[in-house]
């Protein structure tokens, strides 16, 4: 426990968790010619640069990193900025977040990916609270977990690279 918070996922289980979401990632973009992940920064980018590290291990085909600037707690009042080196169009791409909660980061995060004509565009978590208040789901989680709505769910990452879930 961290500050009278529960423990979700060790480093160790959070290190499973990837490892599986890259190589269903890699199931079911087996005949892409080239992967995208695009990471909401600031951990959803940390996620994306732990299941990218995994599917460069993996894959056949060329992975490529890109970041995504949402204000979490009011993305309409901002700019969505966006970063990539990739080429967007006609290429699979994937969407990477910490956690899904009401799925309005998310949302908001796939409208510059949009605009560049992805061939297709998927969404991966490590954590999916299951509280979506907009049409968009996760289509790789790490763990799903049933929360109340008062609860949140904290994705941390030390200087040491220790990573934790702890729900709080």
């Not at 973009?29 to 640069?49: D, F, P, S, W, Y």
Request: with cysteine; charged share 20%; hydrophobic share 45%.
């Amino acid at each position: 426990m961290k500050n009278g918070n529960t423990l979700i996922l060790t480093h160790g289980e959070i290190q499973q968790k990837i490892t599986r979401m890259a190589w269903q990632i890699l199931e079911n973009n087996h005949k892409a010619e080239r992967l995208i992940l695009i990471g909401v920064e600031k951990k959803g980018t940390v996620v994306a640069h732990l299941i990218a590290d995994v599917l460069k291990n993996i894959a056949p085909m060329p992975v490529s990193l890109g970041k995504v600037w949402v204000d979490k707690n009011n993305p309409i009042a901002d700019s969505v900025e966006f970063q990539c080196d990739a080429e967007i169009a006609q290429n699979n791409v994937v969407l990477v977040d910490d956690v899904l909660n009401s799925g309005k980061t998310l949302m908001y995060a796939t409208l510059p990916i949009l605009e560049r004509n992805p061939k297709q565009l998927q969404t991966a978590v490590l954590a999916n609270r299951d509280h979506a208040n907009f049409p968009i789901k996760a289509d790789f989680v790490g763990i799903s977990l049933a929360t109340t709505l008062q609860e949140h769910i904290n994705f941390t990452k030390n200087d040491a690279g220790e990573m934790s879930v702890f729900l709080d």
